[in-house]
């Protein structure tokens, strides 16, 4: 079993700071890749920062420079901080964990996700 828990989501003002968390616990044989999608109501879920395995990291264009993901292997959490935060930030948050099953099978496994919401 694998399950992922977000937190450190919240209300900030425009120009603060957010750390999220994701905490993975469970068996995990093998993990592709780590990332952060958001989504605001009414539009798709967006792809917003991605840690490969091998500790590569990739960010949608709308955030680069401003969020860093990161992870702390000893804690199994991926981390996302996300500074200079605008309204358009706002969205629920949330971890996904691709996550090789055997052979050529993977999975994807998603988190409850976070509210984030940022005021003008």
């Known amino acids: 079993q694998v399950q992922l828990v977000e937190s450190g989501g919240g209300l900030v003002q425009a120009g603060g700071s957010l750390r999220l968390s994701c905490a993975g616990s469970?068996?995990?044989?093998?993990?592709?890749?780590i990332a952060w999608y958001r989504q605001a109501p009414g539009k798709q879920r967006d792809l917003v920062a991605t840690?490969?395995?091998?500790?590569?990291?990739n960010y949608a264009d709308s955030v680069k420079g401003r969020f860093t993901i990161s992870r702390d292997n000893a804690k199994n959490t991926v981390y996302l901080q996300m500074n200079s935060l605008k309204p358009e930030d706002t969205a629920v948050y949330y971890c996904?964990?691709?996550?090789?099953?055997?052979?050529?099978?993977?999975?994807?496994?998603w988190g409850q996700g976070t509210q984030v919401t940022v005021s003008s």
């Open positions: 996904n964990a691709n996550i090789k099953i055997s052979g050529p099978y993977s999975y994807n496994y």
């Open positions: 469970g068996i995990i044989f093998s993990i592709n890749a």
């Open positions: 840690i490969t395995s091998g500790g590569s990291t």
